[in-house]
T-cell receptor
Framework: TQLLEQSPQFLSIQEGENLTVYCNSS?????LQWYRQEPGEGPVLLVTVVTGGEVKKLKRLTFQFGDARKDSSLHITAAQPGDTGLYLC????????????FGTGTLLAVQP | DTAVSQTPKYLVTQMGNDKSIKCEQN?????MYWYKQDSKKFLKIMFSYNNKELIINETVPNRFSPKSPDKAHLNLHINSLELGDSAVYFC???????????????FGSGTRLTVV
């Protein structure tokens, strides 16, 4: 059982459409992070959400942390081909060692 | 100036061989990690070192041995390579106790290992 489940797994949309990616867990996280990974590269941090109910905006990307701090969402408005990539949520888990655990990933393709 | 650099970028080798992947970071971070990304793009932590001390050792075959000569370097040596070891291996770094201040990790660009 994965600690962080993302949906959908794959998403192919046309340029200009809106989309939402979900990250769900049965565990409470002190914070959640979102990364984007492009082909041949490592994940790059987009944002960290810390407080339950928090909403952060990064240009056309809106990130929300659930009130109970068990889930998060990423909404992209008017998607562009440059948004194409693998989106990963991640949370610190594990007591003293607090390793960063990644979600199952959402592969987004935005067609021009 | 690359923050976290891994070498080599690609590694193709035969079953049974021994290989190493090197990682260096110039961010001044105290903690470094190895992650494995499988064919389904799932990223799983393998090891973590803090100031040359092993602090995370997940359920990884003991054919995998990390070595950290100093806090800026973390290498991964793999003995007796198997077909199932084929994956992309990522090195990452972060400040110590990144979870307390919600720092993210900085990743290298990965090493694609193919065992034939």
């Amino acid at each position: 059982t994965q600690l962080l489940e993302q949906s959908p797994q794959f998403l192919s949309i046309q340029e200009g459409e809106n989309l939402t990616v979900y990250c769900n867990s049965s565990s409470v996280f002190s914070s959640l992070q979102w990364y984007r990974q492009e082909p041949g590269e490592g994940p790059v941090l987009l944002v960290t959400v810390v407080t339950g109910g928090e909403v952060k905006k990064l240009k056309r990307l809106t990130f929300q942390f659930g009130d109970a701090r068990k889930d998060s969402s990423l909404h992209i408005t008017a998607a562009q081909p440059g948004d194409t990539g693998l989106y990963l949520c991640a949370g610190y888990y594990g007591g003293a060692t607090n390793k960063l655990i990644f979600g199952t990933g959402t592969l987004l393709a935005v067609q021009p | 100036d690359t923050a976290v650099s891994q070498t080599p970028k690609y590694l193709v080798t035969q079953m049974g061989n021994d290989k190493s992947i090197k990682c260096e970071q110039n961010l001044g971070h105290d903690t470094m990690y190895w992650y494995k990304q499988d064919s389904k793009k799932f990223l799983k932590i393998m090891f973590s070192y803090n100031n040359k001390e092993l602090i995370i050792n997940e359920t990884v075959p003991n054919r995998f041995s990390p070595k950290s000569p100093d806090k800026a370097h973390l290498n991964l040596h793999i003995n007796s390579l198997e077909l199932g070891d084929s994956a992309v291996y990522f090195c990452a770094s972060s400040p110590t106790r990144a979870y307390r201040s919600n720092y993210g990790y900085t990743f290298g660009s990965g090493t694609r290992l193919t065992v034939v």
